[in-house]
């Protein structure tokens, strides 16, 4: 947990001097060094306050997450305040005596920050989940002391706007935080998501982000990929190594052990009587598609002499940028549009199996319980829920995407960090084979049941 102070200036460093003074030989060998980036300090009145990486900005230069309430929403006594509402806050009128203030990490035992104060703020710069205790005295005598618990309390989780992948594969480690803490819990995120999980987790109050009071909240975190956060200020450890969904875990301080969000339908009966495939091949960026040339057009007519009608059900027919557009697959049966997501949740349910790639509707099959075969190199398999018909070929150029000294482009669709603009351009995807694709496919059980699983001709 680091610290924003609000303070002087030339107050910043003599204070937690002496406050490191003044503490025991004991706590000395607690105390986290707050060079470290574990602590800072500014005046009361001042902004100061860690920066959010950049991809905590949407694209429109609009931040993701609400902000904070202004003044910390917890009263505590001689008027100070205090909160966990990004980070851990309090707020210190001025008085007759001298403040100090101490933050600790009830879990490891190290004391993270402590400083002398007449008046002003303390901030801390984590911004993830840690069990924090607050001591506050004025003068030498103790007047506060708060250990986090979050039992009863209003506790706020935001979620971006405009994910559909990401905020399926975080949203189970939601009510596993609530179900830890006992908590009043309240999810924040676009209103089609919550379409999909408010019949199923009655027990979660579930907002528009725009719908927020954030002054009710005693805890607020948010969820997202922060790609730029060498300094781990908003997760305790880089998404790439943890994977995707786990980033969630990790920031929530919960059992990272992956698990399917629920999902209810009201209407959950099967679309068409026949057997069928549901298929995806489009994506946000063209590193995430199946770059085979071949493959679709190879893919779809093995799975229909197998006897299975192939449906997609992408929301475009035809996505891209500048010179390179993908279309649906030739043979298909075209479900594509913006169509409710329950409603693809009800195709996924009664699929004999999903194809797909590393994006977002290959998610919400596996949240449906569709058995996934997922097509895919850019990303490393521990990026995704684990699924065992993974379709990726390690003789090529793989995984740039879990890569942390390799930034993802947003804006930048034929993104390659690599290869761009030689002939091994995407070989990630390009160099998996028909073949490899229908080796995998054939692996799901009763495959072919339906009719005749030889290969197209």
């Known amino acids: 947990m680091s610290v924003v102070l609000s303070k002087p200036e030339a107050e910043t460093d003599a204070p937690a001097r002496d406050a490191a003074k003044s503490a025991s030989a004991s706590e000395r060998a607690n105390t986290v060094d707050a060079g470290g980036g574990l602590a800072s300090a500014a005046s009361a009145g001042s902004a100061e306050d860690s920066a959010a990486p950049a991809s905590a900005a949407g694209h429109s230069g609009k931040p993701v997450f609400p902000k904070a309430a202004e003044t910390p929403t917890q009263q505590g006594p001689f008027g100070l305040r205090y909160d966990f509402n990004d980070g851990c806050r309090v707020a210190l009128p001025e008085g007759e005596r001298p403040w100090r203030v101490r933050l600790s990490d009830v879990d490891t035992g190290n004391i993270l920050y402590e400083t002398t104060m007449k008046a002003g703020r303390v901030n801390s710069a984590k911004r993830y989940f840690v069990r924090g205790r607050i001591e506050i005295w004025r003068g030498d005598e103790s007047v506060f002391a708060h250990d986090y618990s979050a039992a009863g309390r209003e506790v706020l989780i935001n979620f971006p706007v405009g994910t559909l992948g990401d905020t399926i594969a975080w949203f189970s480690y939601v009510p596993r935080f609530m179900a830890l803490h006992g908590c009043r819990l309240t999810c924040a995120m676009a209103e089609r998501l919550i379409a999909l999980f408010e019949d199923a987790y009655p027990d979660i109050d579930f907002v528009k982000n725009d719908d927020l009071r954030t002054e009710r909240y005693y805890a607020t975190y948010n969820m997202g990929l922060f790609f730029d956060d060498k300094a781990c200020v908003h997760q305790p450890c880089d998404f790439r190594f943890v994977g995707l969904h786990k980033t969630a875990a990790y920031i929530l301080g919960v059992d990272p052990t992956e698990e399917a969000p629920r999902i209810a339908l009201a209407d959950d009966s099967r679309p068409i009587a026949e057997p069928y495939v549901c298929i995806a091949t489009q994506a946000t960026t063209q590193a995430k598609y199946w770059n085979n040339p071949m493959g679709w057009r190879e893919i779809v007519p093995f799975l229909k002499r197998a006897g299975y009608r192939v449906i997609c059900i992408d929301q475009k027919p035809m996505h891209g940028q500048g010179l390179v557009w993908n279309h649906i697959p030739f043979g298909c049966e075209d ?29 919400l099959a596996w949240a449906a319980g569709a058995r996934v075969v997922m097509i895919g190199g850019f990303s490393h398999p521990t990026t995704e829920f684990a699924t065992p018909w993974r379709v990726i070929n390690y003789h090529t150029c793989n995984s740039c995407w ?56």
Do not use: M, Y
């Open 402 to 457: 879990n890569d942390p000294t390799l930034r993802f482009d947003h804006k930048d669709f034929l993104w390659c960090p690599r290869h761009k603009d030689t002939p091994r351009q995407f070989e990630c995807t390009r160099l998996i084979t028909v073949e490899q694709v229908k080796r995998v496919v054939k692996q799901v059980p009763g495959f072919g049941g339906q009719g005749d699983a030889g290969d197209p001709a």
């Open 335 to 363: 479900e594509t549009g913006d169509r409710p997501l329950q409603e693809r949740v009800r195709w996924l349910r009664h699929a004999e199996f999903f194809v797909g790639l590393p994006s977002g509707l290959s998610w």
